[in-house]
């Protein structure tokens, strides 16, 4: 390993010459000073990709069919739900700004990010979708379809 810094230090007097500044040019090849320059990049696709992918269970009753999923971070403004033609589809929006100032005041990054996230499901012709209830409580989304289906005796 020793030989190997040896031999990229054999072409430092090269980019020294080529250097107007001293120790800028090489600095520019600095693996740290690369990542520097990219973080803020990297951190921008971090916050604008971080909308997760939700999880919900369904069960249904004998009087509703009954969707559940927990929603960490997430507002009900930023909850939308739709019906139509028997597919409910859940959306939700995230609308981001973050401005960031370094301790000098030299430099400010704004940062703006949208994204959406839907899911829809199928619903059995039998349910009610006239009636859909929907409540937002503690992160938990519940959403809850009363069914149309009777039960007929015979006699």
């Known amino acids: 390993m020793k ?3 040896k031999e990229h230090d054999e072409f430092l007097p090269v980019f020294s010459q080529l250097d107007p500044l001293p120790g800028r040019f090489s600095q520019f090849f600095d693996p740290a000073y690369i990542q520097s320059l990219l973080k803020p990049f990297h951190d921008l696709f971090d916050t604008a990709m971080s909308l997760p992918f939700f999880h919900f269970d369904t069960h249904e009753t004998d009087q509703e069919w009954v969707l559940e999923g927990k929603l960490p971070g997430v507002k009900k403004e930023q909850i ?13 929006h995230q609308d981001q700004h973050i401005e960031q100032t ?24 039998y349910l009610d979708v006239q009636r859909i209830k929907a409540s937002f409580q503690n992160e938990k989304l519940k959403i809850v379809i009363p069914s149309k289906k009777t039960k007929i005796n015979i006699d």
């Open 3 to 5: 030989k190997d810094k």
């Open 80 to 92: 939308r739900i739709e019906s139509y033609d028997h597919v409910l589809t859940i959306s939700i």
């Open 102 to 125: 370094n301790d000098e005041k030299q430099m400010t990054q704004m940062f703006k990010s949208h994204g959406k996230f839907a899911k829809s499901f199928y619903l059995p012709a």
